[in-house]
């Protein structure tokens, strides 16, 4: 099986990690494509903008503390991320195979509106290579958000910025990869 994990990660988190880790720790899982978004988000604020090289920089990060990281594939997006995550099921190297969107026990509407979106690319594309499947994680972090994070990063809250970053992983590369150039307006 292959998962297609899509979002905007702006920035990505300890929960987002937990997905992919809760996704590698299944026997059936070969590997997981994260498919991230372009578009720019700001803090609340807008002192602080992330972009999609913030998103690929932090999750270089977190992967390099994986066990495999090769079993993780970064996808930047050129367009809709749910619509590019749904593309892979037509992928050469997924045929024959199955394929779940990443979602954590907090968004189970993410596996049914993949499934919906690859049942409706049929029409254009054909069968898929990949058989879509719903295959969720029990992984919850209910107190971090994406949005909470560029607040905190706008206004210099470090300890609620130790709290979001995963196991393994620096708070000051955190905050250093996310403060870097073209972070700030």
């Given at each position: 099986?292959?998962?297609?994990?899509f979002?905007?990660?702006?920035?990505?988190?300890?929960?987002?990690?937990?997905?992919?880790?809760?996704?590698?720790?299944?026997?059936?899982?070969?590997?997981?494509?994260?498919?991230?978004?372009?578009k720019?988000?700001?803090s609340?604020?807008?002192?602080?903008?992330?972009n999609?090289?913030?998103?690929?920089?932090?999750?270089?990060?977190?992967?390099s503390?994986l066990?495999?990281?090769?079993r993780v594939?970064?996808?930047?997006?050129?367009g809709?991320?749910?619509?590019?995550?749904?593309?892979?099921?037509?992928?050469?190297?997924?045929?024959?195979?199955?394929?779940?969107?990443?979602?954590?026990?907090?968004?189970?509407?993410?596996?049914?509106?993949?499934?919906?979106?690859?049942?409706?690319?049929?029409?254009?594309?054909?069968?898929?290579?990949?058989?879509?499947?719903?295959?969720?994680?029990s992984?919850?972090?209910?107190?971090?958000?994406?949005?909470?994070?560029?607040?905190?990063?706008?206004?210099?809250?470090?300890?609620?910025?130790?709290?979001?970053?995963?196991?393994?992983?620096?708070v000051?590369?955190?905050?250093?990869?996310?403060?870097?150039?073209g972070?700030r307006?």
């Amino acid at each position: 099986m292959f998962v297609a994990y899509f979002g905007g990660f702006k920035p990505p988190h300890k929960g987002h990690l937990a997905v992919v880790e809760e996704y590698l720790s299944m026997p059936d899982v070969l590997s997981v494509y994260v498919v991230y978004g372009q578009k720019t988000r700001a803090s609340t604020d807008r002192k602080i903008r992330l972009n999609a090289g913030h998103t690929k920089s932090i999750w270089d990060l977190f992967i390099s503390t994986l066990d495999d990281p090769t079993r993780v594939k970064l996808v930047k997006a050129e367009g809709n991320t749910l619509v590019e995550a749904a593309s892979l099921a037509w992928s050469p190297e997924l045929a024959g195979s199955t394929i779940t969107a990443g979602y954590g026990a907090k968004e189970p509407e993410y596996g049914s509106r993949f499934v919906n979106v690859i049942n409706s690319m049929q029409a254009d594309r054909g069968i898929p290579m990949a058989t879509p499947v719903m295959v969720p994680t029990s992984s919850n972090e209910p107190s971090i958000s994406s949005t909470m994070i560029r607040n905190a990063l706008a206004t210099n809250n470090t300890s609620y910025l130790e709290g979001v970053v995963p196991r393994g992983v620096c708070v000051r590369d955190y905050i250093s990869i996310l403060k870097a150039a073209g972070a700030r307006i």
